[in-house]
T-cell receptor
Framework: QKEVEQNSGPLSVPEGAIASLNCTYS??????FFWYRQYSGKSPELIMF????GDKEDGRFTAQLNKASQYVSLLIRDSQPSDSATYLC?????????????FGKGTLLTVNP | DTGVSQNPRHKITKRGQNVTFRCDPI?????LYWYRQTLGQGPEFLTY????????KSRLLSDRFSAERPKGSFSTLEIQRTEQGDSAMYLC???????????????????FGDGTRLSIL
């Protein structure tokens, strides 16, 4: 069973701080990784995706990928109360099933004003 | 860009009844996916279409579940003889693939609709 594990949280940070969300995966053949944000009762919304080792920055968000360690992370700088949501990490399956996403259970982030 | 549209948003039904959900993907997207999400869990893959062809079905998709995508446009997911355990959020996603890897830009990320929440009484 190929799995994606996330730090279960909940994670609470003060407004303006850096929030760090982590994820590990077991499928060594996974090529691409995605971070989705999900507000309560709403659908997942794509935040970032990464497929190369290293960092990828987009505004206040930075995704990091280390394929040797099978580790993905998301940093949110200058956290805002509107960032409070569940963050889902997902990876593609290896080989011919690279269209299929395997999700972690999500990490609930609360940003306190 | 109108996004992925799902109907209905909520469905309440009695155990044993049949239900059908509809998904309209982003218009130029050739791939369509169905996922199921229960409380406290991430979405779980159910099935996938490339245009009108259903190319994979998860073992989670029992014989009571059937999905179609006629003409490669909208898709329907039907559940027959619903059971309590079918209560969940059913999510549809779509993406564009022109062949190749994400790295080469030939496989784009999946975008989700708002989901259909199914409650079985």
């Amino acid at each position: 069973q190929k799995e994606v594990e996330q730090n279960s949280g909940p994670l609470s940070v003060p407004e303006g701080a850096i929030a760090s969300l982590n994820c590990t995966y077991s499928d060594r053949g996974s090529q691409s990784f995605f971070w989705y944000r999900q507000y309560s009762g709403k659908s997942p919304e794509l935040i970032m995706f990464i497929y190369s080792n290293g960092d990828k920055e987009d505004g206040r968000f930075t995704a990091q990928l280390n394929k040797a360690s099978q580790y993905v992370s998301l940093l949110i700088r200058d956290s805002q109360p509107s960032d409070s949501a569940t963050y889902l990490c997902a990876g593609t399956s290896s080989g011919g099933s690279n269209y299929k996403l395997t999700f972690g259970k999500g990490t609930l982030l609360t940003v306190n004003p | 860009d109108t996004g992925v549209s799902q109907n209905p948003r909520h469905k309440i039904t009695k155990r044993g009844q049949n239900v059908t959900f509809r998904c309209d993907p982003i218009s130029e997207h050739n791939r369509l996916y169905w996922y199921r999400q229960t409380l406290g869990q991430g979405p779980e893959f159910l099935t996938y279409f490339q245009n009108e062809a259903q190319l994979e079905k998860s073992r989670l998709l029992s014989d009571r579940f059937s999905a179609e995508r006629p003409k490669g446009s909208f898709s329907t997911l039907e559940i027959q003889r619903t059971e309590q355990g079918d209560s969940a959020m059913y999510l549809c996603a779509s993406s564009l693939s022109t062949g190749g890897s994400f790295l080469a830009g030939g496989n784009q990320p999946q975008h989700f609709g708002d989901g259909t929440r199914l409650s079985i009484l």
